[in-house]
């Protein structure tokens, strides 16, 4: 089975608030109809849920009480989105089902303390495919925070143990340097977590190649830690996550697991 992270920056247009990129999920969606494997899909908030979540302090916790409305809104609107991925999915005949992450799981100061796990298995055991995202939750310390897609990524690439985790991004992989700043900038193929580990010492330079690099490579190398290899590729290139998915060649990133 899989665990597919499709970032905010590709499902989303994070210049313009509450901007879905319809036709490039409807492509997704039509590859992983097409596929036919066992996926937990988790989508980012993009252009949706970070300038509410922004602008009402939700990541630092309670500490007025306007951000009762900010924490509301924001999980309205990131749910709509959530709507919107469905919404494609269905189109394309994957049965796709929605799994809210603040119904599901508690956060300590950011961290996760609590989460249901069995609500994914037994979707998945009846051929669903769950689909979670990155959303507020309730968090034990801070009152309530964010729960972001990678957090999620990380926990349950931790527990289910897939062939692969996947990150569709807004580029072909990972390069040395940042290829919209540096047109020198090697493409990386094949990386491990110590390479990555280089690659961090330079985390300014990577910031905006997905719109958060250095925050993707340490969600990678905690994936790495726990022997599972993870693909970055280009969502907005046709039949790049269908190959993927089906383990034929195309440009992309492998960034392997870490040997036991």
Do not use: W
């Not at 252009?47 to 924490?71: M, P, T, V, W």
């Not at 749910?79 to 809210?100: D, E, T």
């Not at 907005?236 to 089906?246: G, Q, T």
């Amino acid at each position: 089975m899989f665990i597919l992270k499709l970032g905010g920056s590709v499902i989303t247009d994070k210049t313009k608030e509450c901007t879905f990129k319809k036709q490039v999920m409807d492509n997704l969606a039509k590859e992983i109809n097409k596929a036919n494997k066992q996926i937990i899909i988790i989508h980012g908030a993009g252009s949706f849920g970070h300038i509410h979540a922004k602008k009402y302090d939700l990541k630092k916790g309670y500490n007025r009480y306007e951000q009762l409305y900010g924490f509301a809104i924001t999980h309205q609107i990131v749910q709509s989105l959530n709507l919107m991925v469905l919404n494609s999915l269905h189109n394309y005949n994957v049965n796709a089902v929605s799994i809210s992450p603040h119904s599901i799981l508690k956060l300590d100061n950011h961290e996760l303390a609590t989460m249901n796990y069995k609500i994914f298995k037994d979707f998945l055991k009846l051929k669903f495919i769950p689909v979670t995202f990155g959303d507020v939750v309730l968090d034990n310390f801070l009152s309530f925070s964010i729960c972001s897609g990678d957090l999620l990524s990380i926990a349950l690439a931790k527990h289910f143990k897939p062939d692969k985790v996947i990150f569709a991004i807004d580029e072909d992989g990972i390069y040395s340097s940042n290829p919209k700043i540096n047109k020198n900038a090697n493409f990386l193929e094949s990386i491990n977590s110590a390479q990555l580990d280089r690659l961090t010492t330079s985390a300014d330079d990577h910031t905006d190649v997905t719109g958060g690099m250095s925050g993707k490579i340490s969600t990678i190398k905690k994936i790495s830690k726990l022997g599972i290899d993870t693909i970055l590729l280009n969502g907005n290139k046709p039949d790049r996550l269908y190959k993927v998915l089906i383990d034929q060649d195309v440009k992309c990133t492998t960034v392997n697991g870490d040997k036991k």
